[in-house]
C-alpha cells in the first residue's frame, strides 16, 4: 500500500487509462480443432522432418494422430465452416447493384442528333472527318496567302 501511494503521487504524463496498461496475450491456433491456445497450454508435436504441429490438448494430438479428418468431426471449427454454423460472424457479401444508362441530351447537340451520329456507320463518319480536315487546311492555306499578299 506504500508503494501504492507513493506511485499515485508521482506525477504521470496521460491519465490512468484501462486500455493503455491492458495485458496482451499472445494465443495461437490449434492445427487440429482450430481453437485458441492460451500461453501455458497445449502441445507441440514435432516429427522428424522437423514439422511442428500445435495441439490445444492430448484428445486434439491423439484425432490427428488417428489421422481422423477435423472437417467431420462436428466441435472443430473445419466442420463449423465447411457447414456454414458459424453466418453471424462472417460479413455477407454485398450485392452488386447495375448500373443502368440514360441517354441524355448534351449542351449544344440534342438527343436525336447524338442518337443519329451513333447509328451512321464508321466509313461515313471517316468521310465527314476527312471533309472537315479538308476545309481547315483550306482555311490555313487562305489565312497564310493572304499574309503574303498583304507583305
Given at each position: 500500500?506504500?508503494?501504492?501511494?507513493?506511485?499515485?503521487?508521482?506525477?504521470?504524463?496521460?491519465?490512468?487509462?484501462?486500455?493503455?496498461c491492458?495485458?496482451?496475450?499472445?494465443?495461437?491456433?490449434?492445427?487440429?480443432?482450430?481453437?485458441?491456445?492460451?500461453?501455458?497450454?497445449?502441445?507441440?508435436?514435432?516429427?522428424?522432418?522437423?514439422?511442428?504441429?500445435?495441439?490445444?490438448?492430448?484428445?486434439?494430438?491423439?484425432?490427428?494422430?488417428?489421422?481422423?479428418?477435423p472437417?467431420?468431426?462436428?466441435?472443430?471449427?473445419?466442420?463449423?465452416?465447411?457447414h456454414?454454423?458459424?453466418q453471424?460472424?462472417?460479413?455477407?457479401?454485398?450485392?452488386?447493384?447495375?448500373?443502368?444508362?440514360?441517354?441524355?441530351?448534351?449542351?449544344g447537340?440534342s438527343?436525336?442528333?447524338?442518337?443519329?451520329?451513333?447509328?451512321?456507320?464508321?466509313?461515313?463518319?471517316?468521310?465527314?472527318?476527312?471533309?472537315?480536315?479538308?476545309?481547315i487546311?483550306?482555311?490555313?492555306?487562305?489565312?497564310?496567302?493572304?499574309?503574303?499578299?498583304?507583305?
Amino acid at each position: 500500500s506504500v508503494l501504492r501511494t507513493i506511485l499515485l503521487s508521482l506525477p504521470r504524463e496521460r491519465p490512468f487509462d484501462a486500455e493503455w496498461c491492458k495485458m496482451v496475450l499472445k494465443t495461437e491456433v490449434c492445427r487440429f480443432s482450430g481453437l485458441k491456445i492460451y500461453p501455458g497450454h497445449g502441445m507441440r508435436l514435432t516429427k522428424m522432418d522437423s514439422q511442428t504441429y500445435l495441439f490445444l490438448n492430448a484428445k486434439c494430438k491423439r484425432l490427428f494422430n488417428l489421422r481422423l479428418r477435423p472437417a467431420k468431426l462436428a466441435w472443430t471449427t473445419q466442420y463449423r465452416k465447411a457447414h456454414k454454423k458459424d453466418q453471424t460472424t462472417e460479413v455477407a457479401r454485398k450485392k452488386k447493384r447495375s448500373v443502368k444508362t440514360n441517354n441524355r441530351s448534351i449542351v449544344g447537340a440534342s438527343l436525336e442528333v447524338i442518337q443519329k451520329k451513333r447509328a451512321e456507320k464508321s466509313d461515313v463518319r471517316a468521310a465527314a472527318r476527312d471533309a472537315a480536315l479538308r476545309e481547315i487546311k483550306e482555311r490555313q492555306r487562305k489565312a497564310k496567302d493572304a499574309k503574303k499578299g498583304k507583305k
